[in-house]
């Protein structure tokens, strides 16, 4: 019986595997199943699984961008087999961050499922890309592919292979990771039209707001997320959703709603490592939004659920940053000490001090923190980027006390050990901003020097330079002692290489730096940076002066002041003679004038860099006003004037109120006093429509000759309105009727009037230029209305009122223009009434409106 029940299964098996192809609504759907996972679908996921491994292997933690990813690819779900995992670690690449490929999609047709697919419906042989040296993700993808197209089984609109539900799990999650979301969109349709009823759909769903979300599409996204919540999915789908949900949210920007959904998935979610980074986010969150105690917490549960030793660490460091300086300090401090003199934690010393230094600079013990930054430089480093903001913090304390070239130097150090690129770009910027601060800082206080030392009488100079000299004497008699003491100590290097040297046939020696080939030492560029390396380790960064190897001085911060200073650090034999100092003091005026004037331009500079740069107004507001006391060039005056009226008349207006009022007292037809006037319009001396009008109706009748009603109109706008912007300007008018009426010397006193009281203006420029030309020796030529010449060498413009048929002086000019009013040819400008009725309606020139 049994041999023949064997004869019957062997018979089975041989019929089955014949080499008769039946249609595939024909095959059996159980058969089918089997077949589409062993023949193509485990390579599918194999490729996929392997993708996903080698990804975990690469993956790091970058703890100083703004959020961490939740999801790593550990224990990574393949296709629909969430419960093979034990955490739904799907996604370490934030979903913003996947480089996005744009679908094939021509002609406007939308794409399939089986766009790689050949006219018969089957994927162009998959087995080409892999022997191309296609990516796993590609061979995933292909393999889905081919298992859909080979072993799709369609009968009345529906999908009968349930296990071809697998095949397109795979192949959305290939697309989706591979940035092509559109297309991985376009084959969860087909699940969603031919597999609706298949109680897996919600996992496609996920995967369907994954993708929309990756393309930006927040509200598709947000609305089938929100759907999937409201519709009561199993527990296992609703994991992953909450974790897909909350980052969709933070990258749409509703952080109070990710934070929600954060939560959500802190409470259902019971893996370890899954809870210890959903907390982890959590507080990166609360941080960013100033809520240190609800951060705080967030930390401690991170910490709590961590079981990876760097998570651990992190997470005491981001609690030790939401001390908010109010708490026990004393007692957070002894905690964090302790701890890392613990075990392993021992390696992380550099980081804990960091830490602690946060932690003290916020409880307001400013030397404190810096002395916990400086333990945290001399201990191993653990993480280049917390030795870098290490550097920065320092720098940072030197900023503080207006020490530019100290915090130039830790910025510069900070930049060449940070890693986090976004952060190293940021100090980049403040580090070359300080760097010009400091250019000006330290001119300013250098020409101050000069110019201090050469108002001193010689007695003054003489007992300055003495008691300067006497310090150069006690700073070097100390560094002499420091020298012997060195000469005592054991090993030091006096030149000697005898055998009991310390560096006696060392393999460090300057001479043979383990090369075994003969030849000029700086000839060989490795030898030579070898040899510098190991020079520093055994000395110290030394200065390049004589006898360095006596002198402990190294090159410093110090070194770096002297320089922007221009003081010499080599001893000069007359280093001690005042009168080798005072005779570098220049005397000629001219010399110090341009010191002056250099050391204004540069406080002006700096100034305005306080507030541009690090929006220090305080401060900028202080450097410009201490410009102002010492009265500057015109030019550089009114520019310190504006940018403190500018920078204070809204948060401060007291503060701004003496700026105010020196520009309208002392420069009250310029610019920059009509901006004090009204800072909120939008144009600089614009003058009243009613005056605007008249002055045309002015202008209208003197181009009449109707000389004395244009006067009388100009008399009475005057009069009404004396303080409008165009005041100099229907002076100027006036004068020009003056003329006409009056004759040249009435003229030429008007002229003279409008220079006194207008002179910063452009018509009391224009009055002054004139003047030259009227009282010089130059004749007028009589010309009519249209500039023809009536008389010949005729006299200077007598001082009785001129006829109708007499030439004016205004046309004289425009004719005969003097040198200032020609072009570079000889030729006259535009005439010199058409010129100031061009300016009279526009508004001069002005710096630009600051808000």
Known sequence: MKKNILFLLAAIIVVSCGTKVKKPEQRSKFLKGFSTYYNTLFNAKDALNSEFTSRDVA????????????????????????????????????????????????????????????????????NDEVNKGATALEIAEAKALKAIGKYSVIKKGSEKNKTIFDAYMILAQARIYQGKSLQAIDALNYVFTHMKDDKRIPLARVYEGLAYSQIKNYHKSDEIFAKLKSDGISKTHEKLLSIYYAESLLDAGKKEEAVRELSRAFEINNNRKLKSRIAFLRGQIYQEQNKNELARESFVDAYKYANDFEFEVKSQIEIAKTFNGRGNYDGAKDYLENISKKGTYGSRKNEFYYALGLMAGKAGKTAESQEYFQKSLLEKVSDPQVRGLTYYEIGRNYLAKNDYIGAGAYYDSALVVMTYEPSKILLKNQSENIKKISTNYYLIKKNDSILNLAKMSEPQKNDFFAKYIEKIKAKEAKEELERKREERSKGFDTGDYNSNSLFANSSTAFEDFGTTAKGFYFGNTGTVSKGSSTFKQVWGDRALIDNWRYSKKMTSIVDAKNAALGISTAPNPRRFEPSYYIEQIPTDVAKLSQLKKDRDTASLGLGIMYQNYFTNTPLATKTLYELVDVKPEEKVMLQALYEIFAMNYLKNPQVAERAKQILLSEYPYTSYAEFARNPKNSTFVKSSVEVESEYKRAFSLFESEKFAESQEVINQTLEKFPKDALVPKLNLLNAFNTGK????????????????????????????????????????????????????????????????????PINQINNNPPASLQNNNGMPTKPVFNEVQGTTLAPLQAPANKK
């Open 59 to 126: 993956h790091k933690d970058n703890f100083y961008a703004p959020y961490i990813p939740i999801l790593t690819y550990e224990d990574q779900p393949l296709g629909s087999d969430l419960g093979q995992s034990s955490a739904f670690a799907e996604n370490s690449v934030k979903m913003g961050e996947i480089n996005r490929q744009p679908a094939n999609n021509k002609g406007g047709m939308p794409s399939t499922p089986f766009a790689q697919a050949n006219a018969n419906g089957v994927p162009s042989n998959p």
């Open 741 to 808: 009426i009056s004759g040249k010397e009435v003229m030429i006193l008007q002229l003279e009037q409008i220079v006194l009281n207008y002179s910063k203006t452009p018509e009391g420029v224009k009055a002054k230029e004139m003047l030259n030309y009227l009282k010089s020796e130059i004749g007028f030529q009589t010309t009519d209305n249209n500039g023809n010449v009536v008389q010949q060498n005729a006299p200077n413009i007598p001082s009785q009122p001129l006829k109708q048929n007499q030439a004016s």
